[in-house]
């Protein structure tokens, strides 16, 4: 279950909490009792609730899921699905409630199914990614019209309310991240079998798929959309660095960024290429670590960084944080709800014999996450590496940095972003990373067009 495990457990756990009340089901009273809180702790612990919906709108959708809790009773399951809607609808990647993985756990280890086709996004067209169903007719590439005779984009209609996003670019990103299949259980639940309609070769076709088993038939077969793993090697003699998420122990982190480089230096490469593709992002202190050895000039990692403090925020320093730290310090100082900025100090390139002094290109693609995106337009714009690959989901001047706190009734965890990054050229436009080579990414195939294609590039 390595890639259940590794996707979900550290991309959701790494940035918040699932200490959900032990209760399993609230009144209705209970519930309507949370959804205000939400919807007013929101406004007060976000940095702007409302830098993409205006305050109508907002309210327009607090409405609406209000009146969507009619049960007298509800499940933890049902009213994270009440709730999402909300935050989603603030349209920020990094403010969320997550995707329910003490429910799902739940439920693959009591032997539930699951709907058997992964799917990805080409030109907005839903095509299947990758087939577990027993069917070996259904081939990648085959354009997904109905499932259960609903239209597809129907169905998605209903999902990407439960997906945190600035844009539908990153939400059908994160759809290929966390998976269809997952989504389809959480909002639609359990079915033994489906009918689904597919187009191939300009030719409609009909297909009955059996369920899957949730744990043996999907989460330990699947391959994994995000790698964790820290890896140097040589490509055509050409120094090839995956340096991993930017997370962990910053100790063992900093052991692979200088060991990496040290062989580097020895084999007198010209060339080296770094990946941030498929990257969950994490902290600076990570990220500049590695900057600081392809660097030539002292660096920040943002132009402008600006932060506001609550009495969310306040708790959460006190409860998970150093309060002796200068940076913590001062949010606690602050009146709540003042925005602020806070100067970070240039951080400082090696020694001039340590770093890479050759020609750096760095890949990234969609799937180039928060702080990985953020790192790629900071090298970008010192002009540090050539970007190779696909716009990245994420834009690198975003509301992130984000905490978290519980619902006091049902326990439900809410991430929210307490502030606003600016990459360092100032730009606020809202794009992503823009590749200086652009290199598409065929997600239908097992083949790396990104990584072959600029090889082909350097070794001419």
């Not at 090697?233 to 050409?238: A, K, Q, T, V, Y």
Request: net charge neutral; charged share 25%.
């Amino acid at each position: 279950m390595r890639s259940f495990l590794f996707s979900f457990i550290f991309f959701f756990t790494a940035c918040c909490a699932f200490s959900q009340s032990e209760r399993t089901t609230f009144s209705k009273a209970e519930v309507l009792a949370d959804l205000d809180y939400l919807y007013t702790s929101l406004q007060d612990a976000h940095y702007n609730v409302y830098a993409y919906i205006s305050e109508n709108e907002f309210r327009s959708a607090y409405e609406k899921v209000k009146t969507s809790i009619t049960k007298d009773s509800l499940s933890t399951l049902e009213v994270i699905n009440r709730f999402q809607p909300l935050t989603s609808a603030i349209k920020n990647g990094h403010t969320a409630i997550e995707f329910p993985i003490p429910q799902y756990l739940a439920y693959i280890n009591a032997g539930g199914t699951l709907f058997p086709l992964e799917i990805a996004f080409e030109n907005n067209t839903t095509l299947v990614r990758r087939n577990w169903s027993t069917n070996e007719t259904i081939e990648p590439g085959a354009e997904v019209i109905s499932i259960n005779d609903i239209p597809v984009n129907k169905i998605l209609e209903q999902i990407y309310p439960h997906i945190a996003a600035e844009r539908p670019y990153f939400k059908q990103a994160k759809l290929e991240l966390f998976t269809f299949p997952r989504y389809y259980w959480q909002v639609f639940g359990e079915a033994p079998e489906f009918e689904v309609t597919l187009k191939s070769n300009g030719e409609l076709k009909k297909h009955k798929i059996a369920a899957i088993t949730a744990l043996e038939g999907y989460e330990m077969k699947r391959p994994d959309i995000f790698y964790g793993k820290r890896e140097l090697s040589f490509l055509n003699d050409i120094p090839y660095l995956i340096p991993g998420n930017f997370s962990g122990k910053i100790e063992e982190y900093q052991k692979f960024i200088d060991s990496a480089f040290s062989v580097i230096k020895r084999k007198n490469s010209k060339k080296l290429i770094i990946d941030l593709r498929n990257n969950g992002g994490g902290e600076d202190s990570f990220s500049d670590y590695l900057v600081s050895y392809i660097a030539d000039k002292p660096f920040n990692w943002t132009s402008k960084f600006t932060l506001k403090t609550s009495q969310f925020l306040k708790e959460d320093i006190i409860k998970n944080k150093d309060t002796t730290d200068v940076y913590w310090q001062e949010a606690l100082n602050r009146k709540n709800g003042e925005v602020y900025e806070y100067e970070f100090d240039k951080y400082l390139p090696q020694p001039k014999e340590k770093r890479f002094q050759g020609d750096v290109y760095l890949l990234v693609n969609r799937q180039s996450h928060s702080q990985s995106a953020v790192t790629a337009a900071q090298i970008q714009d010192y002009g540090f590496a050539t970007i190779v690959g696909e716009e990245t989901g994420e834009y690198p001047s975003l509301y992130a940095s984000r905490y978290g706190y519980q619902l006091p009734k049902t326990g439900i965890h809410v991430n929210v972003s307490k502030g606003r990054i600016i990459r360092i050229n100032g730009s606020t436009s809202e794009k992503g990373v823009i590749p200086d080579i652009r290199i598409k990414d065929y997600l239908l195939d097992e083949k790396d067009e990104v990584l072959d294609g600029l090889l082909a590039r350097l070794v001419k």
